[in-house]
């Protein structure tokens, strides 16, 4: 089987057996804060497991995209060289939430290997937990295996060296649960023992299936309650079991990887196939181009970083195989021809994908550039054969150099690095980055709310609803007493729950003697909680209340949730078709609105998005809902909210044939409503990702009278009419620049007649000529200029100057080429500011300083004289 009809099987089989076909979420958890990225099947599915979220299905199937680099699960150095380490990777699943359990998650199993893909059974053993005797006896009694064929396995302790760890947790508290797995014998040919063994980790015994029965909930203090729905959540890595159906035992020999690479190989001009770099490549393309179509840019923080990391990574192997110029965007084509089951996301995304990666390679280009300049001086300024690891690690962390690089380059002047030192900085920042991206939670402190409420609110601002939960403190209470805060629960509201980035509503619950004033207001799964403070009376479950939405809050957030509309459609035609959103905050004041797009926008087109979106807000076009399934959506051609999940029947929202969106949110009736649209600001938050700040209605009017009256207050300073003060500004400039360049000659020439005066007061030290002088309140921009002079001036020395404007010190040192043997300009400078609170460097002929303590200058230079005496 090719990788794409055992994908389809694995759904076909399934999909007969009752599970709904489920698509792979996002690589990128957007409602999960507690992951890096996506890395397990389960993940889109872990609210219905915690009971926070019901769906109209109790068993699904899935093919997953997951992404294990970074954090705790991050192998990235492996990847490439071993035969089943991955950054991406696919991971089948068939899950049950609350439907079957151990028997039938066995059978399903069993069947789709024995029957389906017709593996030997002689070929398959399996493990299960060493106290679970309820699986061992269906494996045994049931399906027949063989005692010697079924291995308990233990929990990982110091005596059971050897043994794996066979029971799941979702973290250390929440659901959990003993595992089942299913290994396949690659045969005697291949090192290796049984799982349990001391030789487990070798080749031979590969886990291709995973069960997890999802049995307990583990509590803060350890304590195992049994779930009352227990569930099943399996994966089979998609890689591992092609590998075995077409008869190779390494994952990069299947059909997947081998077009990857064979493509790679063409574009590198490369013959060897079986060259390591060729597979590390074949493997990041997968990861890279899937991660930035689902929204991780390549930056500097956090996802980001990953991203980045993982591009260079590849890029590094491409300069190993002698790449000339940008290569691996060139590979998203042949990805998503080969994947084409599955990349419908990625090919939509094409261009955005293919321009990020281009632009980070050109980048990583510059970076080497960068890096090799700081090496060279790092080399130059070295004493003894070995550069040290906090040099190499700073090479590689700040600037992107890797280690292996900056080795070469080391090897060829015979340099040794310190690896050891190296290794410890690296293993420092993976502590720091590990506790940094602490993804992480206890899932028992999640609120739990069972009861539905009916949203009321597209047409109406008020209306009565009884009490049905009452939650403080995180517990279910049955009265609410005044003075306590609390998150109420009505069968039905106006209130809207915060969601598509638009936040929740504002108002009061009143009764005839109690009101609790709502501050905020989320969704709860099925339920819409009111979060506030009881200010008078008491309320009990089962009140009835009457709920008053603030209409002001609402009437604005519904009018800055409308432009995000029109916004988004503006910047798709403005700037291009690759523009998506990639969040939004929708609130009554103002609001945020993040876009993908690699440049600035230029104030040209940020005049054409607002008129734009002007112009729609004044032919008044109706604002058209209607509920449709979500396939009938997607042939409408209704955009996405980015991070927003959406169910069979989706809400989709239209203004006139300008936008045509999915979103929960309230709106205004036409877009008229609007009355005016004004950008406060554009700028970038992340690469490839924008960020525009705009206003709406009356406070677009107050910011463009506040803009009226600063250009006023301008059009007054330059003593001219707003029309003129352009022209009058510009000739205000004009002057200002010639009158800097007439400056900027004169105390050249000044500077000229000091360092001809200062020249001649010079002493004479071994044979060199030395200056060290103290100036009052000289243009720190001009020391360099005077150093160069100075130099030239001697012949051969060394010129120390310092200069305090206030409490900040400057500090210059220059060395005549033929003493940068005995003193270097760098370390001096480096030494005596330190006197004068400051740090500094530089090359050993040239070297600069600053610090904030002026009263300690004058022992800084005395400093300067007694070190460069003691050198010379």
């Given amino acids: 089987m090719t990788t794409a009809e055992l994908r389809n099987a694995f759904f076909d089989f399934f999909a007969q057996n009752g599970h709904q076909v489920v698509s792979s979420s996002s690589l990128v958890p957007h409602n999960d804060p507690t992951l890096l990225f996506t890395n397990a099947g389960m993940n889109q599915f872990k609210d219905l497991f915690l009971g926070l979220e019901t769906r109209d299905y109790s068993r699904a199937v899935s093919s997953q995209r997951c992404v294990r680099a970074g954090g705790k699960h991050n192998d990235l150095d492996n990847v490439g060289y071993t035969a089943r380490h991955h950054t991406f990777f696919e991971m089948l699943g068939n899950f049950s939430f609350g439907d079957y359990f ?155 990887f081998q077009a990857l690479i064979k493509q790679t190989a063409e574009l590198l001009g490369v013959t060897d196939l079986e060259n390591k770099s060729l597979r590390v490549i074949a493997d990041h393309i997968r990861s890279c181009a899937f991660l930035i179509a689902d929204g991780a840019m390549p930056s500097n923080e956090s996802r980001g970083y990953v991203v980045r990391r993982i591009i260079r990574r590849a890029v590094r192997h491409g300069y190993k195989l002698g790449a000339k110029d940008t290569f691996f965007y060139k590979l998203v084509a042949k990805l998503i021809e080969v994947m084409s089951d599955v990349a419908g996301e990625l090919k939509a995304k094409q261009e955005i994908v293919e321009r990020a990666l281009k632009a980070e390679e050109e980048q990583f280009a510059r970076t080497l550039s960068r890096g090799m300049d700081l090496l060279a001086d790092a080399l130059t300024n070295l004493e003894g054969k070995e550069l040290d690891g906090e040099t190499v690690f700073k090479l590689y962390d700040t600037y992107g150099f890797p280690a292996d690089l900056t080795a070469d380059v080391c090897r060829e002047r015979d340099i040794e690095i310190d690896q050891a030192g190296f290794e410890a900085a690296m293993a420092e920042q993976k502590k720091r980055a ?38 403080a403190q995180g517990e279910s209470v ?92 503006a910047l798709r035609q403005v700037l291009g078709e690759h523009v998506t959103q990639k969040g939004s905050l929708v609130k009554a004041d103002y609001l945020r609105f993040d876009f993908s797009h690699f440049e600035g926008v230029t104030h040209a087109q940020l005049v054409e998005v607002e008129a734009l979106v002007n112009s729609q807000i004044r032919a008044n076009h109706e604002v058209l809902t209607a509920e449709m399934s979500l396939e009938q959506a997607k042939e409408k051609g209704a955009m996405a909210l980015f991070g927003e999940k959406y169910e069979g029947t989706v809400r989709v929202v239209t203004m006139g044939d300008f936008s045509i969106e999915l979103c929960g949110g309230t709106h205004v009736k036409r877009t008229g409503d609007i009355g005016l649209f004004s950008i406060i600001s554009e700028g970038g938050i992340a690469a490839g990702v924008r960020r525009i700040e705009a206003v709406t209605g009356r406070k677009a009017l107050n910011h463009i009278h506040a803009q009226q009256s600063q250009l006023g207050q301008i059009a007054s300073l330059l003593k001219s009419d707003v029309a003129s003060s352009t022209d009058k500004l510009q000739a205000a400039l004009d002057k200002t620049k010639a009158l800097e360049k007439e400056l900027s000659q004169l105390k050249d020439k000044l500077n000229a007649a000091a360092s001809a005066d200062m020249a001649g007061s010079a002493i004479e030290i071994n044979g060199a000529k030395v200056l060290i002088k103290l100036l009052d309140s000289a243009d720190p921009k001009s020391l360099r200029g005077m150093v160069d002079e100075l130099k030239q001036k001697l012949g051969s020395g060394v010129v120390v100057l310092g200069t305090a404007n206030g409490d900040k010190v400057s500090l210059i040192a220059g060395v005549t080429k033929d003493l940068t043997a005995k003193v270097k300009a760098g370390p001096l400078i ?16 040239m070297a600069q300083a600053g610090g904030n303590d002026a009263s300690q200058l004058a022992a800084a230079l005395d400093k300067a004289n007694e070190l460069v005496t003691a050198q010379l």
């Fill in 830 to 845: 480096g030494e005596i500011a330190q006197i004068v609170g400051g740090k500094g460097g530089g090359r050993p002929d």
């Fill in 102 to 256: 151990k028997r039938d998650a066995i059978k399903y199993a069993w069947k789709f290997l024995t029957e389906v893909l017709q593996l030997p059974t002689e070929k398959l053993l399996v493990t299960v937990y060493e106290t679970d005797d309820e699986a061992y006896n269906i494996w045994k009694d049931e399906m027949g295996l063989p005692e010697e064929k079924i291995i308990r396995i233990g929990d990982k302790s110091p005596e059971k060296k050897f043994e794996s760890d066979n029971f799941w947790a979702m973290g250390d508290t929440g659901p959990c649960g003993p595992c089942s797995e299913i290994f396949y014998d690659h045969g005697e040919h291949i090192w290796g023992g049984v799982p349990g063994s001391p030789e487990e980790d070798g080749d031979r015994f590969i886990e291709i299936w995973n069960l997890v029965f999802m049995q307990f909930n583990r509590q803060a203090d350890g304590e195992m309650l049994p779930l009352p729905k227990p569930s099943v959540d399996t994966g089979m890595g998609l890689e591992r079991i092609s590998a075995i159906l077409q008869g190779v035992h390494s994952n990069y020999e299947i059909d997947v």
């Fill in 478 to 569: 049955e009265s609410l007493a005044a003075d306590t805060d609390a998150v109420i629960v009505l069968s039905h509201t106006p209130f809207y729950g915060e969601s598509g980035g638009q936040a929740g509503d504002l108002g009061v619950l009143q009764a005839a003697a109690a009101e609790f004033v709502v501050m905020d207001t989320q969704k709860y799964d099925k339920a819409i909680g009111h979060i506030g403070k009881l200010s008078a009376g008491s309320i009990k479950v089962g009140d009835t209340l009457a709920a008053v939405v603030d209409s002001d809050n609402r009437i604005e957030s519904g009018l800055n949730h409308s432009v995000t509309h029109l916004l988004h459609a």
């Fill in 434 to 471: 590990q506790e940094a991206s602490n993804f992480g939670t206890d899932y028992n402190q999640a609120l739990k709310i069972v009861e539905e409420s009916e949203f009321t609110g597209y047409n109406k601002l008020q209306d009565e609803a009884k009490v049905v939960a009452i939650y």
